[in-house]
């Protein structure tokens, strides 16, 4: 029994007490940045300044820690795990403004970035970025498909440079997330708001940067924020799901500056990859993965990256909550919960109104309404012929979402849109494109 002499004392009794419902596997993987910051009446405050670790401590560990709190002071507490903004405004200071908090996630870093056949190219050309901004590749364009670990290298660029350059003004943003951005602050007249945090960057790093292609005034701010940048010597990182010669609605003036640097591509990993994958993952958790199941996993699960540790990360789960055995019925359960989420997405009638609407800069109330002007009609068609194709919506159900049209309204702007595609390769495209970037976004 410890003594409970000091709030340190505490957590150690705490850390003793989950020893006997938790591995030492797990208390080393999980609890190694925990730490204990007070207690004040019951509440018991902690801090992690890892955003990944403190996320999957309050959603699986939390109930652990207040039992073992219970059984210490037979009464039952609270328990609040702190970032670390939240630690200095709980220690009486201000609270930072941050920067980018997503940069410090320890698993984010070029150690722990498998490299192969694959990826060889996009790797050192990352490296080579992070260590000589600017001097090398500019813009460095990742292409590739969903989780093959082009944003695992945005990360790893930033947390270098982070590291080299504590001062370093980082800028991360989405592609859909930045025309959102772009729109709510010219709407409310704070332009030079906008166009102050992207163009004053040392370092801006873009994700799905094809969302831009073929919305004209997000593509011209996009257009002087990266001359702005490019002539200043600072360094841009961007990352698409295709190079810019197949994105068609992309201006041309866009696509030659995206290709005035390094277009390096990254592909499915081959078997040797994901098996290094496979057991570098189940290593960073302290997991030992019997060499037989790491293979079982490598060569059932080829896609990307992110279903690979996707899997290693189930089989911990049903080991370490369910005191399921590490035997090839576990991996195939968890493999088979996998890859079944993925294959099966299907995106939301409400997630492609949304992104039809601000692909056409419209509120969604006018999409749905009775506006006649050409733009919302267009795009109340569409966004009809998308719901359809991409969902299992019916028809009348359709015609609800849009106001409750009857169903054969929505069956007339259905075939509207097919028509036209037929006729017009420039609007087929457009629609191929939308959809495209709505199946993207999972």
Known sequence: MYPLNSVTDIWENVLHQLRGSLSETTISTWFDEL????????????????????????????????????????????????????????????????????????????????????????????????EHPAQNYNPLLIYGDSGLGKTHLLYAIANVIRQ????????????????????ELVRANRGSEFRAKYREADLLLVDDVQFVAGKEQVQNEFFHTFNTLYESGRQIVLTSDRPPSEMTLLDDRLRTRFEWGLLADVTPPDFETRLAIVKNKAALLGM????KIAVMIAQKVTANVRQLEGTVNKVLAYKELLDKETDEATVARAMQDILKGSNEYIPT????????????QLEESVVKGQ???????????????????????????????????????????IRQVEQKMKKDPAFAEMVKELKTNITSRH
Not at 373 to 381: C, G, L, N, S
């Open 288 to 291: 030992d993965l019997p060499d």
């Open 349 to 360: 009638p409400e997630g492609i109104l949304s992104y039809v609407s601000r692909y056409y």
């Open 164 to 183: 080299n350059d504590p001062a370093a003004k980082i800028v991360y943003i989405k592609g859909d997330e930045f025309i959102n951005e772009f729109v």
């Open 35 to 130: 730490r204990i910051v007070d207690i004040r009446g019951n509440t018991c405050y902690l801090h992690c300044a890892s955003d990944f670790k403190r996320g999957y401590l309050e959603s699986l560990f939390l109930n652990n820690i207040k039992a073992a709190l219970r059984d210490i002071f037979s009464t039952d507490f609270e328990v609040k795990i702190l970032d670390d903004a939240g630690l200095l405004e709980f220690q009486g200071g201000a609270a930072p403004k941050r920067q980018s908090d997503r940069f410090t996630y320890a698993e984010f870093t070029f150690r722990n970035f498998v490299v192969g056949p694959s990826n060889k190219l996009a790797h050192a050309a990352s490296m080579a970025v992070a």
């Open 371 to 413: 506006q006649r002007v050409r733009a919302a009609v267009e795009a109340r068609q569409i966004a009809m012929y998308l719901i359809r194709v991409m969902t299992n919506l019916s028809q009348d159900n359709i015609g609800q979402l849009f106001g409750n049209r009857d169903h054969s309204t929505v069956i007339h702007s």
